[in-house]
């Protein structure tokens, strides 16, 4: 596969506010919350779809969930590695997330988890995001 999945970074991501790296090494996704109905949701947007609040506070997300449906992309910008894997996991908070993901021998269902990966390339260096993979 074409992502290469590191835990710790030498420099910036490309993810914005989207990704912590905690003290452990660990990737974890920020998200939000709606603060009157409690929807959570990937990334954080500024008003609740569910109950159309602009209360929503950034909230960490689940490290783990299941893949929900995935597809092998193999064009595209010159800029990401190929083939590239994407798709949908569902946390079990009920958010759904898109996402690169890591590995080959993924199928619908398995758990996998959320770590961070190089996914590309451009005139400005390697371009690193959230992947998740299969979990251990």
Not at 6 to 20: F, M
Not at 21 to 31: C, N, Q, S
Not at 51 to 61: G, H, T, V
């Amino acid at each position: 596969m074409a992502v290469e999945v590191a835990e710790t970074l030498a420099h910036t991501r490309l993810c914005g506010d989207a990704v912590e790296l905690r003290a452990d090494g660990r990737a974890v996704l920020i998200g939000g919350i709606c603060k009157d109905c409690g929807n959570q949701t990937f990334p954080r947007a500024p008003v609740c779809c569910v109950c159309m609040s602009e209360a929503i506070e950034p909230q960490p997300m689940p490290r783990t969930g299941t893949l929900y449906a995935f597809s092998t992309v193999h064009v595209a910008a010159k800029k990401w590695h190929k083939p590239m894997r994407i798709g949908y996991v569902d946390l079990p908070n009920g958010a759904r997330v898109f996402t690169h993901l890591e590995g080959t021998g993924l199928a619908i269902g398995d758990a996998v988890e959320v770590g961070i990966g190089v996914v590309g390339e451009d005139e400005d260096g390697p371009i690193e995001t959230f992947v998740f993979r299969a979990k251990p």
